[in-house]
């Protein structure tokens, strides 16, 4: 069964430092891999996808993920974090089924930037 | 400008109490659906719907029910709330092909006492 893994659940670093999240999947097919922030209070919003093609691929914000099959991995970076990007972040992975297409979440990190 | 709108963003019940979330969308989304978030699972779709009147159990459908009897609207019905529904609520909307993105609403963050 398709699953996403975030090992940790809570990250903290300081403000200007580089941002590594991880995220494990497991999927039999080429995987469709999203990441999403959610700011306090607010809904989910996309920050980048991978369906296929350059494994390193750039999103909004400054962030960046690369698709590694060998590790079943789909890390997201950053090389220089801001105060604003406290918030919680989701990796999910597309899964088809009975001719349908749904995002299977994980479990979420939630990032504390310290100034 | 392009959203999905949930109403109520708080709402306090109690136990057996019918309530309704509501959510609307006005990209003319085919694709609409139910998430539920709770600390450490992550988002866990409910219900989604492919169209109007076409509905579809999601992962954790119990205790919910929805409808779609137009396009922009998709409800959210808990008949008989209870505690263990107390959770932040999400609605999203996408259009019918399979690489659309997801868009979110703001959220419901329900307790039911």
């Known amino acids: 069964a398709q699953s996403v893994t975030q090992p940790d659940i809570h990250i903290t670093v300081s403000e200007g430092a580089s941002l590594e999240l991880r995220c494990n999947y497991s999927y039999g097919a080429t995987p469709y891999l999203f990441w999403y922030v959610q700011s306090p209070g607010q809904g989910l919003q996309l920050l980048l996808k991978?369906?296929?093609?350059?494994?390193l691929v750039q999103g909004i914000k400054g962030f960046e993920a690369e698709f590694k099959r060998s590790q079943s991995s789909f890390n997201l970076r950053k090389p220089s974090v801001h105060w604003s990007d406290a918030a919680e972040y989701f990796c999910a992975v597309k899964k088809s089924s009975g001719g349908y297409n749904k995002l299977i979440f994980g479990a979420g990190t939630r990032l504390a930037v310290h100034p | 400008e392009a959203q999905v709108t949930q109403n109520p963003r708080y709402l306090i019940t109690v136990t057996g109490k019918k309530l309704t979330v509501t959510c609307s969308q006005n990209?003319?989304?085919?694709?609409m659906s139910w998430y539920r978030q709770d600390p450490g699972l992550g988002l866990r779709q409910i219900y989604y719907?492919?169209?109007?009147?076409?509905?579809d159990k999601g992962d954790v459908p119990e205790g919910y029910k929805v409808s779609r009897k137009e396009k922009r609207n998709f409800p959210l019905i808990l008949e008989s709330p209870s505690p263990n529904q107390t959770s932040l609520y999400f609605c999203?909307?996408?259009?019918?092909?399979?690489?659309?993105?997801?868009?979110f609403g703001s959220g419901t963050q329900l307790s039911v006492l």
């Open positions: 990209m003319n989304h085919e694709y």
């Open positions: 719907s492919m169209n109007v009147e076409v509905t």
């Open positions: 999203a909307s996408r259009g019918a092909a399979a690489n659309e993105k997801l868009f």
């Open positions: 991978y369906f296929s093609g350059d494994t």
